[in-house]
């Protein structure tokens, strides 16, 4: 089975410093890892995955993650927040494939940049 | 490329009632899969469809199925509706099954289902 733990719900920057959203991850076959930005009244949209390529990833609108096999961890980062960048992120896991392969999500963390 | 479209967009019914949510995914799309979103529990899967068959299931009463049509499209339905089943409802669609290698979910802006 895999599973996703987001640390902490809420995350609070100023907007220009760095954004860093934690995602540890436990799965008993390799995964793949994602995650997804969701604005609200809307559906989620696909930041980054990690498909077992590099281990570094760049997603859209500056955003990476590094995959750390070690740590089992998948965290989410962007050198300088933008207002727009206010909504809440979704660390996701799936096995690589198999009848069982779906989307499990973490509970998800509410990202606030201040002016 | 229309994205994946989900009607209603917000819906209110009453306890004991029953309801349908639809889900036209993307042209070519032919896997469709639904969660259901809510403050307690988060994201949590609750079936795909893969050319008009049930290929995995998430952890939910027997209230809760779904179908697919030949042209891709979904819809699921909840019987005997509960308070607890007010949520967001999400769809998303890919090109081929979760069970084969890796291909993108896209979502639609889901379904507000209000249960009173």
């Known amino acids: 089975a895999q599973s996703v733990t987001q640390l902490g719900s809420h995350v609070s920057v100023s907007e220009g410093a760095l954004v860093l959203l934690r995602c540890n991850y436990s799965?008993?076959?390799?995964?793949?890892l994602f995650w997804y930005v969701q604005y609200p009244n809307q559906g989620l949209q696909l930041l980054l995955k990690y498909t077992s390529a590099a281990t570094l990833v760049k997603g859209i609108n500056g955003f990476e993650a590094e995959f750390k096999k070690s740590e089992t961890s998948f965290h989410l980062t962007k050198p300088s927040a933008h207002m727009s960048d206010a909504a809440e992120y979704f660390c996701?896991?799936?096995?690589?494939?198999?009848?069982?392969?779906?989307?499990?999500f973490g509970k998800g963390i509410t990202l606030s940049v201040r002016p | 490329k229309a994205g994946v479209t989900q009607t209603p967009r917000y819906l209110i019914k009453t306890r004991g009632q029953q309801v349908t949510l639809s889900c036209s995914p993307i042209s070519g799309h032919r896997s469709v899969s639904w969660y259901q979103q809510t403050p307690g529990q988060g994201l949590q899967f609750l079936f795909e469809?893969?050319?008009?068959?049930?290929?995995n299931k998430g952890n939910f009463p027997g209230r809760f199925s779904g179908r697919q049509f030949s042209n891709s499209r979904s819809e699921m339905n909840v019987s005997t509706l509960e308070l607890g089943d007010s949520a967001l409802y999400l769809c998303?669609?890919?090109?081929?099954?979760?069970?084969?290698?890796?291909?993108?979910?896209?979502f639609g802006p889901g379904t507000r289902l209000t249960v009173l």
């Open positions: 996701a896991v799936r096995r690589a494939t198999g009848a069982n392969s779906k989307l499990t």
């Open positions: 799965s008993s076959v390799p995964p793949y």
């Open positions: 469809y893969f050319s008009e068959t049930q290929r």
């Open positions: 998303a669609s890919s090109r081929q099954s979760q069970a084969s290698s890796y291909n993108e979910q896209f």
